[in-house]
């Protein structure tokens, strides 16, 4: 294998992993725009607390950088920024065009540059590719060649991570695909399916997101239709999954950067191209929604006990999923601002995230104390570890006489004092 010096532009839940990986195999610049980021990693620290500082200090390779130009000596990079949406939930492509641009500066002839952000198929030579030609006046496979390897990172899981979770690979051609996935077997215990073009790669990725999006608005549809019926749907899931091949699916909030966001990139280009996919679409419609049921539920049953006109609720978790402290489009913030714009008094407590972050950005001022026999109902969105280990008798002491502890989640075993869907 030729001798590579490895560049990682992102240094988030996807750029860290492959960097400090990388960095006990390989030479490795680590760049991120953030200067704080890169001066919180240096002392060891990782905000999203994902990385351990042992795990930092393993990779002897690994610089870390906020100057692009640290990166000019490397010949293979890798690009892992954000791919949001914007308001009308199209594809946002400034993070990506930002790093084109960025890669342009540094990149060389036989260079090899590795998207990793989760795009529609095609995205990567329809759009990064031409990109960075006109930036250098650099080909395309003569000069600089381009692969595609798909993220699989969970954050803040222990279990699943970038060793050995198997690693899909592509390349511009045979050559340089192979190249890859030699690359990437370095640091990837699990192994790797190197695909026959960038655009399955690309595709793989973004139904990988969908699938998962469209199972779980199933799920959260029907509990919608259940309520209804005043049937418990844990109860019929629980039934239902004694069958072998039944899909284990729970209804929930979806949020975050990847099931709530990736699906409109694939019905973005599907659009383009002059068909409106129908089933995608449903599922991303139902989950977005599917908030406005767990507020609506939550102040019918919590009304039915109480005929105060000023309600006092409290949200337990704020991040987009358990045990992270990511709150990127949580749901669990619609939920507050739901609430709010029903004359509810909302308090919400999530003692993962940072809520100096959360009150400059969403101006949400956390409860640093419970406040004893003062909500009238209590919501816990998110299933965070910590919560578990507070328990449900500590939690049910905030809530007035007859409150309602609203679990949907399932996070506690099951009792009749506990309201669930």
Known sequence: MKMYKIGVIGLGYVGLPLAIEFGKHFSVSAFDIDKSRINQLKNKFDKNLDISALEISKSKKLVLTNNIINLSECNFIIVTVPTPINKKNQPDLTFLKNACKFVSKILKKKDIVVFESTVYPGLTEEFCVPLIEKETKLK????????????RINPNDKKHNIKNIVKITSGSNKKIANEIDKIYRKIVIAGT????SIKIAEAAKVIENAQRDINIAFINELAIIFDKMNIDTSEVLKAASTKWNF?????????????????????????LLGYDPKIISSGRKINDKFVNFVANKSILETKKKFKSKKLKFLILGLSFKENCVDCRNSKSIKLYNILKKRNIHVDCYDPIVDANRIYAK??????KKFKNNFYHCIILAVSHDIFKKIGEVRFKKQLISEGVFFDFKNTFARNKYNFYI
């Open 247 to 271: 899909l284990n699916f729970k209804p929930g909030l979806v949020g975050g950067h990847c099931i709530g966001v990736d699906p409109y990139y694939l019905t973005y280009k599907s659009k």
């Open 193 to 196: 399916h190197k695909a026959p």
């Open 362 to 367: 969403y101006k949400i001022k956390q409860i």
């Open 140 to 151: 395309y496979n003569k000069d600089f060649f381009c692969g595609y390897s798909p993220e």
